[in-house]
């Protein structure tokens, strides 16, 4: 497994290295540098450096690659990490594995007021999370091998993200904005936890993913978005079911689901939405049963002389239409940048779980009916360092320790104070003025 892993990055880092070597020049119009204008969040708009048409603050700057060439605008930027899971208790298990995310993204201008924006994300899960998932503890969401996926974490696509958007000025503070993916985000929750700065080391997923931004990844997706001065109103639709154990193909359906979401950017540094989202048979061993889905966040970035504080409060609730069942999460999560090299995150979710949990690796039996059995608490804290390795990329190495609030109603599976630690090597392509 140690060899396979060190293949896969070898690659992974050469190519990355190779991408950097185009210069990375400054882009007119665009460059975050170039944002005091009296419009923030228009820029913001046309950056478009998170997945969909999702947005941030203002003041949050993704490093990245970027140059030109002719009259395009091109960038690069993703994260990908090496880790090595340990959890205790009955239900603990250890793996070494990757998660990765890679989008190159290609921008010019069309006449005076019109952008077009061509963006793909890719994702090597596929090949470097063995067995169809990692282990995590309390995570519920998916499928793998024909059976509920418990305690673990589904890898992403091959194909994350195949979009092309196009952006049309009304006005100098309004723009219009249409959004066409194959694959793709729809108007549903926050930026999804890969692309969060406020979750940016964190290798692992949140347990709410699936109450709250499990859509980033769904086919056939067409949005429509109206940007006018500091907020943002979105209307999405798209097919509804989640992506089938086959990772490396391109899912397709058609437009069955929809969704909306109310965006708001009231200062250079704060971002908040409302979204709301009806889901047609998201998961495939429930294909009977629809979900509505209702999110709400709010997120804080500071800048700072030498490094950089981004945090975030998202709350999530899904609803099974059939049964009327409803469950909730509640998530916090903080990354702090320091003396240009550090950076300590922690996370703290409080979520609903259900009697998936008891089946283990069980299948479900015949009519088996998903109920709330208590909620988990799970408490994160991690710390990494930039270590010099390769020019255009940073490479951090750190490690998080995750312990867990468990109701009584799961004592018996998992034992009073289980508990997980993952040790990993994060690599990040910057360019020179990014590069912290």
Known sequence: MLVRFGSICAVLLSSVAAFAQHDSMNMPGMQREQKQDSQPMITETLHHATSGTTAGPESDSPPMLMWERAKWRFMFHGTAFITAQQQSGP???????????????????????GQITFRTMLSLEPATVTGRYYPELFQQGETAFGRSIIDGQHPHDLFMEIA????????????????????????????????????????????????????HIAADVLTVALTHKFFRLEASGFHGREPDENRWNIESGRIDSWSTRFTVNPATNWSAQYSFGRLASPEALHADEDIERMTASLMYNLPTAHGEWSSMLLWGRNRNLPSQLVWNSYLAESTLRFKEKNRIWTRIENVDRTNELLLGKNPEPPAFAENIV???????????????????????????????????????????????????????????????
């Open 374 to 436: 208590g909620r988990v608490q799970a408490y994160s804290l991690g710390y990494d360092r930039e270590v010099p390795l390769l020019p255009h990329v940073s490479t951090a190495l750190g490690a998080q320790v995750t312990w867990y609030g468990v109701p009584d109603s799961l004592k018996s599976r998992y034992g009073e104070h289980p508990a997980g630690v993952a040790v990993f090597l994060r690599f990040r392509p910057v360019s020179n003025m990014h590069h912290h």
């Open 91 to 113: 239900r603990g298990a250890d793996k070494i594995f990757s998660t990765s995310w890679f989008m190159p993204m290609a921008q010019r201008d069309i006449g005076k007021r």
């Open 164 to 215: 092309a958007i196009y952006d049309f000025k009304l006005r100098d503070d309004t723009v219009l904005t249409l959004y066409a993916a194959p694959m793709g985000d729809p108007a549903l929750g926050p930026a999804a936890f890969p692309h969060r700065a406020s979750a940016s080391e964190d290798p692992l997923a949140p347990l709410g993913h699936h109450l709250q931004d499990s859509t």
